[in-house]
Structure formats: C-alpha cells, structure tokens
C-alpha cells in the first residue's frame, strides 16, 4: 500500500510560478516510477511528467515541455513539480501517482496509486 498526499496547488497570475510536491509513505519509494496528471474541469485527466525510480530520466507532455520541471528525491520520500511560465490552460487538479511498472509510464491505467489531489488555478 502506498499513501500519496500532494501540496504546494494555489492561485498565481499567468507567467507564474508555483511547486508542487507529493510526499509518499508506505511502499518503497525509491523503487518505482512517479507521475504527475491533471484533470481540468469536463475534461478527462491527462499525463503530465513522469520520472524514473533513480531520477535520471523524464518525459513530458508536450503542452508542458521546457515549463515543468519533475524531480525526486528519494531519501524524503517526495517526487515534485516546478511550474513555470505557467497559462490559463494550465488550471486543473494535480495529481500525483506512483507506477507499478518500469521505465516512464504516461498512461493513466500504468499507475496504480493516486494521491487526492491540489488545485492549481491560474489566472489570466
């Protein structure tokens, strides 16, 4: 069993920054890869970043390349997300996620552990 709780979701004016982070307990972190989606009202939830368990490799949307940042670090058992340059478009529910598989998962049935979720507002 894995716990996943998400913070750092809020209101920021476009162009903005904010960081997101998931800490997790239970399982061992340092094992698996970590995800983060979003879920924007109506629509259905999209991958956003994911990295792998050691931390040298991620992959991106391409709506957010070159903006978002993902990074782990394993010792605090917490996976994060730097959001720069950030757009209206970019409002939703963040969610982190841990995979039960290997390499860079960007499927949503790839996952099997969700965090509940923070909400990111961005205002234009």
């Known amino acids: 069993q894995v716990q996943l709780v998400e913070s750092g979701g809020g209101l920021v004016q476009a162009g903005g920054s904010l960081r997101l982070s998931c800490a997790a307990s239970g399982r061992t972190f340092s094992a698996y890869p970590m995800g983060w989606f979003r879920q924007a009202p109506g629509k259905e939830r999209e991958f956003v970043a994911a990295?792998?368990?050691?931390?040298?490799?991620?992959y991106y949307a391409d709506s957010v390349k070159g903006r978002f940042t993902i990074s782990r670090d394993n010792a605090k058992r917490t996976v994060y997300l730097q959001m720069n340059s950030l757009k209206p478009e970019d409002t939703a529910v963040y969610y982190c996620?841990?995979?039960?598989?290997?390499?860079?998962?960007?499927?949503?049935?790839?996952?099997?552990?969700w965090g509940q979720g923070t909400q990111v507002t961005v205002s234009s």
């Open positions: 996620a841990s995979s039960h598989r290997g390499g860079l998962p960007h499927e949503a049935y790839e996952y099997n552990y």
């Open positions: 990295i792998s368990w050691s931390g040298d490799r991620t």
